[in-house]
């Protein structure tokens, strides 16, 4: 790099339960410009909190990013209709519907886990479908697609829906070991594969920007991080099955 010529910036966009962080970094994890936001409720509040957050890193950093990355909540999601928009304000994880349903399914705990990597509770999406065909049938007929907080705020900002490994995990209808949606569980809900976001190969981009965001060039490439907890697991060095680090990066079991 040319002395003085300035670090290229990354955007990371973390969509959590209370907060919508944007920040913009170099690669030695400088941080030139962030912002903090309350978390909507809503698709269309929170989209524009994610473009209110872009457009004021830019402008304080002076410069626009290369990439975008977004993490966030993995269980909270949204149906959405054949054009792209929200049929229900957000379903939040802990929201507890659906748990009555998913009990009822009677699935077997050490089963479902092998299969999954996460036991039966109303934070799945799964509750989340079986509660929507259930107690919303308008609702669930007009699902086109569901999506989580992080594919949604990508397909806000690429006109592209994907998702990452990490989230279609936390569904309760993916099969960690196969690496695709689970057909079986899937069909407990009434649902299949078409009607939820293909999984994206980990650090591809999912598209380009195409939504006007001051200070964000067109065609900026944007890569869905994955849930939350993963990304943050893995940042902090917990990198391989049945380890962790220390902050030093010894590996400790």
Known sequence: MTPGTPRALTAGIDVGTTHVK???????????????QATPRDLPALVAAVTRGLEECAERAGRAPAAIGIAGMAETG??????????????????????????????????????????????APLAKWLWLRGR??????????????????????????????????????????????????????????VRLPAVQPAVEPVGGVVARIAGVLPGTPVVIAGHDHAVGAWAAGCGGRGTWRTRWGRPRR
């Open 78 to 123: 949204v149906p959405l209709d054949r054009s792209g928009q929200a049929l229900t304000p957000l379903l939040w994880w802990n929201d507890p519907r659906g748990a009555a349903e998913i009990a009822e399914l009677g699935l077997d705990a050490g089963t479902l886990y092998a299969r999954t990597g996460r036991w039966a509770d109303a934070k």
């Open 136 to 193: 919303a049938p308008e609702v669930f007929r007009s699902m086109r697609w569901w999506a989580s907080v992080p594919d949604v705020v990508a397909y806000a900002l690429t006109g592209v829906l994907r998702t990452h490994a990490t989230l279609a995990a936390r569904t309760l209808g993916y099969h960690v070991a196969a690496g695709e949606y689970d057909a079986e569980l899937l069909a407990l809900a009434g649902l299949s594969d």
């Open 22 to 36: 944007v920040g913009f970094f170099d690669d030695r994890g400088g941080c030139a410009a962030a912002t903090r």
